[in-house]
């Protein structure tokens, strides 16, 4: 019995220095990112994903969320300031913290980035583009698929009468729209929920 509580002991010490490691180890990776503290709070808190449990009310207008968007295909949808839409495998970039906001009736989104103040459009070719000043382009509708991941086809544009949507490559790059489909892993996305999405990010 004594020898077992020794171990028991031994086990925790384990567990509390791993665990230490860990939390210094995500210190100094935020460290490195240049973000407000605005913005480390709100990446800290995108920890949890929306389920079809949802509450729909935000299709009806006016709604704002603040959301990392996970791909299928692991990567986070990011947007710089040089305008490159691409995806990331470090869940702290700054520039993978996106303001989803409800534009009309029907989950009609834009998509912007935090930090970059960019919207993620798309041109007729099916290319992902940046702009800063928002227009129709820039409007895509989230479809809530049956394995709880979301797609997001674009409003503006289709090819050959078939959706075009935001999709990332197995080596985190966009893929041209025309060459997306809705069963596409690709296409597929994980909206990774803020916490604290009531706090502005300037």
């Not at 605005?38 to 949802?54: D, G, V």
């Not at 990011?78 to 303001?99: A, K, M």
Request: charged share 25%; aromatic share 10%; net charge positive.
């Amino acid at each position: 019995m004594h020898k077992w509580v020794q171990i028991w002991k031994l086990q925790r010490v384990f567990s509390g220095l791993y665990l230490h490691a860990l939390f210094l180890l995500g210190s100094m990776r935020m460290a490195s990112c240049d973000c407000s503290p605005q913005q480390l709070a709100a990446i800290m808190n995108c920890s949890k994903h929306e389920r079809h449990t949802r509450n729909y009310d935000y299709m009806e207008g006016g709604d704002v969320r603040i959301r990392q968007l996970f791909s299928r295909t692991q990567w986070f949808l990011s947007i710089d300031d040089n305008g490159n839409i691409t995806g990331t495998q470090d869940p702290t970039n700054c520039y993978s913290i996106l303001e989803i906001r409800t534009v009309s009736e029907g989950g009609i989104l834009a998509i912007k980035g935090v930090k970059s103040q960019l919207y993620i459009c798309m041109n007729k070719a099916g290319q992902l583009q940046a702009k800063r000043l928002y227009t129709d382009t820039c409007n895509f509708k989230e479809v809530f698929l049956e394995n709880y991941f979301n797609a997001y086809s674009s409003m503006k544009w289709t090819k050959n009468g078939k959706q075009m949507f935001i999709a990332l490559s197995q080596k985190g790059r966009p893929v041209r729209g025309k060459k997306t489909r809705r069963e596409h892993v690709a296409s597929h996305f994980i909206p990774m929920q803020c916490r604290e999405e009531e706090r502005r990010i300037d």
